[in-house]
């Protein structure tokens, strides 16, 4: 079968973010060039340029791709645990220790906030981890161990502190000492969200 524009606009798309991500994972947004990126790829700059329009576009895929595996990641994880809570602190665990991948740590913590600035940066972070929390908050209501209603802001108050956690791991001269403070703290903030079920 013939292959379609769609097919190869795919394949393209495909091609320049397979060969961005670890050269933006390893080295940083600002010491990848476009030309080294295009190069790898077996592509050209107008190919980069009529899909992405520039490497900052790229880069904004290449940020979404992984935001999704995130989310897909700690989703699968949480299914595996029998109730809320568990669930909670699965879901937990399994984002900090993304959060400290280097590629994540780079791209999504690092480069991210600066190249697509703070807004859009918290936008798509909103997109992926809120569903989750939300989702959280809903079970978590169901099964009567919420200690307050789920709503909006509920949900978007947990995010910010996730957020805030995992930047205080990220820019911490010892990551391993941050991050058993984080978790000891989140663990005191997050208790009070619970109540005892019944």
Not at 16 to 24: D, E, Q
Not at 146 to 164: D, I, Q, T, Y
């Amino acid at each position: 079968m013939p292959r379609t524009q769609q097919d190869r606009s795919k394949t393209t798309k495909t091609a320049l973010i397979k060969a961005a991500r670890p050269m933006f994972g390893e080295r940083g947004y600002a010491d990848v060039s476009a030309d080294e990126i295009v190069a790898a790829a077996g592509l050209t700059r107008g190919a980069l340029h009529h899909h992405f329009k520039d490497k900052q576009g790229l880069f904004r895929a290449v940020f979404e791709q992984i935001e999704a595996e995130l989310s897909d990641e700690i989703a699968a994880a949480m299914d595996r645990a029998a109730d809320v809570p568990t669930r909670m602190a699965i879901a937990l665990q399994a984002f900090l220790d993304a959060c400290q991948r280097p590629e994540v740590l780079r791209i999504v913590l690092q480069d991210a906030p600066t190249v697509l600035g703070w807004e859009t940066w918290r936008a798509i972070e909103s997109e992926y981890g809120l569903k989750l929390i939300n989702d959280l908050m809903k079970q978590a209501a169901s099964a009567g161990v919420l200690a307050h209603e789920p709503s909006e802001v509920l949900a978007r108050f947990v995010f910010s502190l996730l957020v805030e956690a995992v930047m205080v791991i990220a820019h911490a001269d010892d990551p391993a000492r941050a991050r058993g403070q984080v978790e000891a703290n989140l663990g005191i903030m997050m208790s009070g969200l619970f109540s005892a079920p019944g």
